[in-house]
């Protein structure tokens, strides 16, 4: 039972490079989250989708996009990497949105830890 | 906006019981969770309180009162594997933010033998 897998698990870029984050779930989860990680910072949520085709901002979106073309597979991309984007990034899912389901607690990947010199 | 407060660190030892508080002030509620993080790991799951009262979930107990905006965690004969993060969100109201999740800092337990 995989869960949530997050590719790749780390990564160095250089300022201006671009990069794809891959977050794969095999749950059947309707919803699906990118959030970033700092120090003292907890989690904050970058941008989500509430199914397959949507997506939507979070609290932190400048310089990040998104792309969900599959129900199972949601895309985080920087497409001109900053030193401020040096960040652990953690990919969740939660089946919210289908009948019968109240709230559900989200399902988080093993994080991806990325590096932008 | 969002507002949600959880101390930065606290120490106990192996066998106590320690209390984690969380409060919050949020436009729109429904429902807080609790997570455990360690060191370089995906959060997992611990509770979730929609209602006032107390779940108990073995050691881990967590309790909410709506009114206060308060919630705490409860952890009864702590061991040393229960050094960890512990996180507080809030779900907010799914009719506006569809259901999304507000996290705190978190709170760094140490757990001493």
């Known amino acids: 039972n995989a869960g949530v897998t997050q590719t790749p698990k780390f990564r160095v870029l250089k300022t201006g490079q671009s990069m794809t984050l891959l977050c794969a779930q095999d749950?059947?989860?309707?919803?699906m989250y990118w959030y970033r990680q700092d120090p003292g910072m907890g989690l904050r949520l970058i941008h989500y989708s509430v199914g397959e085709g949507t997506t939507a901002k979070g609290e932190v979106p400048d310089g990040y996009n998104v792309s969900r073309l599959k129900k199972q597979n949601f895309l985080l991309g920087l497409e001109s990497a900053a030193p401020s984007q040096t960040s652990v990034y953690f990919c969740?899912?939660?089946?919210?949105?289908?009948?019968?389901?109240?709230?559900?607690?989200?399902?988080f990947g093993d994080g991806t830890r990325l590096s932008i010199l | 906006g969002q507002n949600i407060d959880q101390p930065t660190e606290m120490t106990a030892t192996e066998g106590a019981i320690v209390q984690i508080n969380c409060t919050y002030q949020?436009?729109?509620?429904?429902?807080l969770f609790w997570y455990q993080q360690h060191a370089g790991e995906a959060p997992t799951f611990l509770s979730y309180n929609v209602l006032d009262g107390l779940e108990e979930k073995g050691r881990f107990s967590s309790f909410l009162s709506r009114s206060k905006g308060y919630s705490y965690l409860l952890l009864k004969e702590l061991q040393m594997k229960d050094s960890a993060s512990y996180l507080c969100a809030v779900c907010s109201d799914r009719g506006s933010t569809l259901g999304r999740l507000y996290f705190g800092r978190g709170t760094q337990l140490t757990v001493w033998p």
């Open positions: 969740a899912s939660d089946v919210s949105g289908q009948e019968g389901y109240s709230n559900q607690p989200q399902h």
């Open positions: 949020t436009s729109g509620f429904n429902g």
């Open positions: 749950m059947n989860h309707e919803y």
